[in-house]
């Protein structure tokens, strides 16, 4: 298994450029999920899914945009890149959505935005 | 905000000690998690303690849980240099919209040889 990954790992936007991170997953978990993380600030939901065809906001949503058609595949779009969009992003996903067990994170996309 | 705050930010210890540290929540949890992130790399999980179990063991990981106080606590014996790393809470809190985790700001522990 794969487990979790994303592509790409390193992004240069410029402000008002669109893009997609991509996150997939070989484990067959229900829930996936997406999160930002910015120095001392810890990691903050952005959205999230408990299976194909559900979506739901979490903590910091606006300015992203996912999409759930699949199973294995849980893509974040950023509609139109701020400099304020500067993070770290990570994907995890989980078998038990409902309960929250283990998460599964991804290795990372390190988006800067000029 | 549910976030689990860690407690302290930062600890610096030689090998062989123990490192402790502590996370305190606001809400009711079905679970807390402990995970730990390396320099430049996701997180990995290291432990999950329900809220009815009051400790856990795993290597030389130790993880209480004390809901009346809304706080756990990590604790790794014998340091290693390898340990030195970001170790994060992550709690579910049981009244929020299904399948939301909130993760702490983190202990950054480093550990010298």
């Known amino acids: 298994n794969a487990g979790v990954t994303q592509t790409p790992k390193f992004q240069v936007l410029k402000t008002g450029q669109s893009m997609t991170l991509q996150c997939a997953q070989d484990m067959n978990h229900e829930y996936m999920s997406w999160y930002r993380q910015d120095p001392g600030m810890g990691l903050r939901l952005i959205h999230y899914?408990?299976?194909?065809?559900?979506?739901d906001q979490g903590e910091v949503p606006n300015g992203y945009n996912v999409s759930r058609s699949t199973t294995e595949d849980f893509p974040l779009r950023l509609l139109s890149a701020a400099p304020s969009q500067t993070s770290v992003y990570f994907c995890?996903?989980?078998?038990?959505?409902?309960?929250?067990?283990?998460?599964?994170f991804g290795p990372g996309t390190r988006l800067t935005v000029l | 905000s549910q976030q689990g705050e860690e407690d302290p930010q930062a600890l610096s210890i030689q090998e062989g000690e123990n490192a402790t540290m502590n996370c305190s929540y606001k809400?009711?949890?079905?679970?807390l998690q402990w995970y730990r992130q390396n320099s430049g790399r996701g997180l990995v999980h290291l432990i999950l303690i329900r809220s009815n179990e009051r400790e856990k063991h795993s290597g030389r990981l130790r993880v209480t849980l004390d809901t009346s106080k809304k706080s756990s606590s990590l604790l790794i014996t014998a340091s290693r240099a390898a340990d030195t790393a970001s170790y994060f809470c992550?709690?579910?809190?049981?009244?929020?919209?299904?399948?939301?985790?909130?993760f702490g700001r983190g202990t950054q522990l480093t550990v010298w040889p």
């Open positions: 809400t009711s949890i079905n679970n």
């Open positions: 899914s408990v299976g194909a065809g559900i979506t």
């Open positions: 995890a996903s989980s078998y038990e959505g409902g309960n929250l067990g283990t998460q599964y």
């Open positions: 992550a709690t579910f809190d049981r009244g929020s919209t299904l399948g939301r985790l909130y």
